[in-house]
């Protein structure tokens, strides 16, 4: 699996733990990341103020991943999925809005193919990957999960904006189930380490 990353403005800034960690899940899984050196803000910034300036800014960045081939990014900001995910909604079925983005966008040499899908990567995590496959890889790295800026009002919007409550509360389950799993297995492996240390270091009568 290729996906194109994009950080967004904040992660580079203020979490670069958070995409280490992300980049070691990726590796750990078999994800495959681009990193497009050209990609810019996704736009959020610019909404209050300017939607044109906002679908350009998010166009042009899903632009880039067209132009590499690729037909899935990755984001790892709350704020930058919800920015590129409407943007691609609006631009796919709205065609007269569409042809005005492309008019701007050749001005850079750039046109919106409708081509790329837009992720967050808990949800490439839970819905590509699956939740025992990342069990099975490497369960103990997972706890990067609990660390991903991502809010529930933001979910409800990924993808084709079908992304509805009751899978939502799927969805949370799951990745907190994930984090259980992975809890009790580390008790169990104490445990039997501990019983084991004793059968070895203990007399009969002491145990």
């Excluded at 939607?51 to 930058?80: F, H, P, W």
Aim: proline content about 2%; some cysteine.
């Amino acid at each position: 699996m290729r996906f194109a990353l994009f950080l967004g403005c904040t992660v580079p800034a203020r979490s670069r733990n958070y995409e280490m960690a992300v980049r070691k899940v990726a590796e750990v899984l078999g994800v495959e990341f681009v990193d497009i050196g050209d990609f810019s803000c996704c736009g959020f910034p610019m909404k209050a103020v300017s939607q044109e300036t906002t679908l350009l800014m998010a166009a042009r960045n899903l632009c880039l991943a067209e132009e590499k081939g690729l037909d899935t990014i990755c984001a790892v900001c709350s704020a930058c999925t919800s920015i590129l995910t409407e943007t691609s909604h609006e631009l796919n079925h709205h065609q007269e809005l569409r042809d005005r983005v492309n008019e701007k966008l050749k001005e850079i040499n750039h046109e919106y193919k409708g081509t790329v899908k837009v992720k967050h990567f808990n949800r490439i995590l839970y819905q590509d990957i699956g939740i025992e496959n990342m069990i099975d890889a490497h369960y103990g790295i997972l706890q990067v999960q609990s660390r991903g800026s991502i809010q529930p009002s933001a979910v409800q919007r990924l993808g084709d904006l079908s992304f509805q409550r009751l899978q939502l509360a799927t969805y949370v389950r799951a990745n907190i189930r994930l984090r259980y799993v992975h809890r009790c297995r580390v008790r169990q492996e104490e445990s039997v380490g501990d019983r084991r240390w004793l059968l070895r270091h203990q007399p009969p009568h002491a145990l």
